[in-house]
């Protein structure tokens, strides 16, 4: 099973195309809140294999994404995912950083 890679435009397409895929901040509470892409939910990387199978079934579609190009989180966190059986994973490989330089909006509980 490959990760494949999503780039910001291809994911804000499947905002509004795949409804159903559900789209993961792998970063602390603390940077969510701070700021997070519209829709995503947050599961911190060190809770990833405790939280995934209350969250979803192994077979939806899993957009990870994590700080910029340069954080492992996503990309490690995809590996986990695809080890416990996930099957559909995408990473949004230049992160929250890569999504706001594209001109996509960001949310934040601040």
């Known amino acids: 099973m490959s990760i494949k890679p999503i780039t910001p435009e291809e994911l804000n397409e499947h905002l509004t195309h795949a409804p159903n895929a559900i789209i993961i901040n792998v970063l602390s509470h ?54 416990i059986g996930y099957q559909d994973i995408l990473d949004l490989e230049v992160g929250i950083e890569g999504w706001k330089e594209a001109g996509y909006p960001v949310e934040s509980y601040a």
Request: glycine share 2%; proline share 7%.
């Open 30 to 83: 603390e940077m969510f809140a701070k700021q997070h892409i519209p829709g995503s939910v947050n599961v911190p990387f060190d809770k990833i294999e405790e939280y995934m199978p209350v969250l979803t079934t192994k077979n939806q579609q899993l957009i990870l994404y994590c700080h910029d190009e340069e954080c492992q989180a996503s990309p490690n966190a995809a590996k986990e995912l695809a080890k």
